[in-house]
């Protein structure tokens, strides 16, 4: 069979983690997932958009760390269809889409010591965070195959003080010493089904930003 454009440059070239990388056939139940943080990272670090190179955003000022694996799901993109879930949702008109991928939070037993890797992961539930008038959702998911973690399918079954670490990490990790206190709230813990919607919906609004990438140098 004669490879794809896309496989014979996959040889010369990193692909690119956020157009340049399939979500997976399983997707939304399964993820490939791109890390861009892990729990021992001191600072933030971000995939640079254009480049697709990981960059340091900023230092973490305070001594909040994320507890667990944290970056994106690839080809997707929080826009119109994001914004107005969650404005229906939370019943507050004129909620817009941040402008970035969705985000997603990998629960795992093991110690990963950096990202810029791809996992994949089940999504499980989500935080609907709300950043001003911006939908910022963090979906929560387990690394697949993970011996702890790995047989979890519902936000019910996450211990309810790890929800709190990560609520407490998110409504805190903007915070600068001395700065303004950031606009940020978590309007909504949502389970499984609703996760798997709000992924769906950064995938639409992925392809009308972006177009269809999948087969785009598939042979003819």
Not at 7 to 23: D, I, M, R, S
Not at 64 to 84: A, H, K, M, W
Not at 196 to 211: C, H, M, N, P, V
């Amino acid at each position: 069979m004669t490879p794809s454009l896309t496989q014979a440059l996959g040889l010369f070239f990193q692909a690119h983690p956020w157009h340049g990388v399939t979500p997976g056939e399983k997707s939304p139940g399964e993820c490939v997932c791109y890390i861009e943080m892990v729990p021992t990272d001191a600072v933030k670090y971000e995939v640079d958009k254009p480049t697709g190179i990981l960059r340091l955003d900023r230092p973490q000022r305070y001594s909040n760390q994320p507890p667990s694996l944290y970056g994106f799901i690839p080809r997707s993109f929080c826009d119109t269809r994001v914004g107005e879930r969650c404005s229906q949702r939370v019943g507050r008109p004129g909620i817009v889409g941040d402008g970035d991928p969705i985000d997603v939070c990998v629960l795992t037993e093991k110690p990963i010591n950096h990202g810029a890797i791809l996992v994949e992961a089940r999504p499980i539930g989500g935080l609907r965070m709300i950043d001003g008038n911006q939908a910022d959702d963090k979906i929560i998911a387990v690394l697949k195959g993970d011996s702890v973690y790995g047989d979890w399918s519902s936000i019910k079954d996450v211990p309810e003080p790890l929800i709190d670490r990560l609520r407490h990490y998110f409504l805190t990790y903007k915070q600068m010493p001395g700065g303004a206190v950031a606009q940020v709230e978590i309007a909504e813990v949502y389970d499984r089904e609703e996760a798997l919607a709000t992924i769906r919906q950064s995938f639409e609004d992925y392809r009308a930003k972006f177009g269809q990438l999948t087969d785009l140098f598939a042979p003819r």
